[in-house]
């Protein structure tokens, strides 16, 4: 009897609607591309009536997503977007934390920073396509990708400091790793907004694109460049942003000491093996990766 009254249930338009509705509305979009994109992996905020905020449930989603895209070995390239049109991520969700604990917003912000990490540490190239406003921690997101891309009238800002508080999740410190020192004081001193062609005169974003009806150029400029990525030796690629995000944390010396470290990972390796034969041959090479 009740095996016969669940299957009921489940057959009912009600519950099917219900299950649609929940499952269109997941805050995190994720997918796998196919076909001439195959090994581009897309990650997608998708919270419209919060502008993309963060809550402890996407910064939960996220977290665990990157942990997927870490081990299974299926990306090499991740592109980071928005899901909701004229928004990437207007930072914290505030109307969450107002009703926080002082205790829970430090496991918050902690949380976050992790999240931050996490996605600036991931072996593969990670892109961001901004579009629309990118400010608190959606503008740290982004800081954490290894190539950012932004519309013309995008907007972004550490805007902290109006609300009494700092950069939390990694502003303070990747910002002024990114551009001129001095200019990112002023930014998060005065928690100024700017738009996508002054973020690419000071080095923020390094391609400014004009905005198409669907709101989607930011994100089209990305793909170009993952296509650009692909036919490239994964296992070099990846190791040559370890050489990178280390070495610049060092000086010169030690620098060079890590990208000999580095090089000597490639030596050995079927990828370099498959490249020499098919620069011989005249052909693609075949790569296998990991």
Do not use: W, Y
């Given at each position: 009897m009740l095996k016969k009254a669940l299957l009921k249930i489940l057959k009912t338009k009600n519950f099917t609607r219900f299950y649609s509705q929940k499952s269109s509305h997941s805050e995190l979009f994720f997918n796998y591309l196919e076909?001439?994109?195959?090994?581009?992996?897309?990650?997608?905020?998708?919270?419209?009536?919060?502008?993309?905020?963060?809550?402890?449930?996407?910064v939960d989603s996220l977290?665990?997503?990157?942990?997927k895209l870490r081990y299974d070995g299926t990306?090499?390239?991740?592109?980071?977007?928005?899901?909701?049109?004229?928004?990437?991520?207007?930072?914290a969700d505030l109307k969450e934390r107002a009703v926080m604990t002082p205790k829970e917003v430090s496991s918050f912000v902690t949380n976050l920073r992790g999240v931050m990490s996490k996605l600036q540490n991931i072996p593969v190239p990670v892109l961001a396509a901004i579009d629309g406003v990118a400010v608190g921690g959606g503008l740290e997101i982004c800081l954490a990708c290894d190539i950012r891309?932004?519309?013309?009238?995008?907007?972004?800002?550490?805007v902290e400091t109006k609300l009494a508080i700092i950069p939390g999740a990694g502003g303070?410190?990747?910002?002024?790793?990114?551009?001129?020192?001095?200019i990112a004081k002023e930014l998060i001193y005065t928690a100024k907004v700017i738009d996508g062609i002054r973020a690419h005169d000071i080095g923020l974003v390094n391609y400014v694109v004009e905005q198409e009806p669907k709101g989607d150029a930011a994100y089209q400029k990305c793909l170009e460049?993952?296509?650009?990525?692909?036919?490239?030796?994964?296992?070099?690629?990846?190791?040559?942003?370890?050489?990178?995000?280390?070495?610049?944390?060092?000086d010169l010396n030690t620098g060079l000491a890590i990208e000999e470290a580095c090089y000597a990972q490639i030596i050995p390796t079927q990828d370099r093996i498959e490249a020499l034969s098919a620069f011989r041959e005249k052909r693609k090479p075949k790569f296998k990766g990991l």
């Open positions: 076909g001439n994109h195959e090994g581009i992996a897309i990650l997608g905020l998708n919270r419209p009536e919060q502008r993309n905020a963060f809550s402890v449930n996407l977290s665990k997503t990157i942990d990306a090499r390239v991740i592109i980071l977007r928005s899901m909701v049109p004229k928004v990437f991520c207007a930072g891309v932004a519309s013309t009238d995008s907007k972004m800002g550490l303070t410190q990747r910002l002024p790793r990114i551009i001129n020192p001095s460049i993952a296509e650009e990525i692909l036919p490239n030796g994964p296992l070099a690629v990846q190791v040559a942003k370890q050489a990178i995000n280390k070495g610049i944390e060092v």
